[in-house]
């Protein structure tokens, strides 16, 4: 069994910043990429943000420039610093985790239970 827990997300005007973080726990063997989609009402999920175990990062288009990820391989844990926030940002962000488990070989998929991120105008 593995863990996502999520913190950070709340409501905050246009303009301002949010952290996220995630940290996964449970039965993990190897972490190859973690980072961060989000859905809004009535809309598909997307892209936010990811980065993998070797430091390389990948970012929406509607986000690069204003989001910056991170990740802290030895507490298997992920930051997603939000800057500049727009009301065009609002959704549920969910913690992504691509990982090989203790119990078997090949790699997994798991997600958080996402996080409220509100941006008023």
């Known amino acids: 069994q593995v863990q996502l827990v999520e913190s950070g997300g709340g409501l905050v005007q246009a303009g301002g910043s949010l952290r996220l973080s995630c940290a996964a726990s449970g039965s993990i063997a190897s972490i190859n990429v973690m980072g961060w989609y989000r859905q809004a009402p009535g809309k598909q999920r997307e892209l936010v943000a990811t980065v993998t175990s070797g430091g390389s990062t990948n970012y929406g288009d509607s986000v690069k420039g204003r989001f910056t990820i991170s990740r802290d391989n030895a507490k298997n844990t992920v930051y997603l610093q939000m800057n500049s926030l727009k009301p065009e940002d609002t959704a549920v962000y969910y913690c992504?985790?691509?990982?090989?488990?203790?119990?078997?070989?090949?790699?997994?998929?798991?997600w958080g239970q996402g996080t409220q991120v509100t941006v008023s105008s």
């Open positions: 992504y985790l691509n990982l090989r488990t203790t119990w078997a070989a090949h790699f997994t998929t798991d």
